[in-house]
């Protein structure tokens, strides 16, 4: 029950960290958002994405080191989570250090930043 809570807690961090400034933050690999065989899932990938660039540092000390880059908040929404969403992918907001943390169908993470914008 706990680990749930402590999903939903980085979703919902993610979500108002990103409306404001609507920027997010993403580990590059080489123009592409670097990503990961989900936990849950392991034959779906994951793109972990941040909230501030120092989340961003955690993930970028992980495997392979990939840089954190930013992004504008209407790039995610309108080119970037409609591409997740036809390769069937899951987003990671927020993940800890050990990559790891709640995946969430970018569908969902995309219906939960309208609704933050609209609020």
Not at 43 to 60: E, H, I, K, L, N
Not at 75 to 98: A, C, Q, S, T, Y
Request: proline share 8%.
């Amino acid at each position: 029950m706990r680990l749930q809570a402590d999903s939903d807690m980085a979703v919902d961090i993610f979500v108002r960290r990103v409306t404001a400034p609507g920027t997010l933050w993403i580990l590059d690999d080489d123009g592409y958002i670097a990503g990961c065989p989900s936990l849950k899932e392991p034959d779906r990938w994951v793109f972990p994405v941040f909230s501030d660039r120092a989340y961003a540092q955690r993930g970028a000390c992980w495997e392979d080191a990939h840089p954190p880059a930013a992004v504008s908040l209407s790039l995610f929404v309108e080119k970037i989570l409609p591409e997740v969403i036809r390769e069937g992918r899951l987003i990671g907001p927020n993940w800890d250090g050990n990559m790891a943390g709640a995946e969430v169908e970018p569908a969902t993470m995309r219906s939960l930043l309208d609704d933050a914008q609209t609020t």
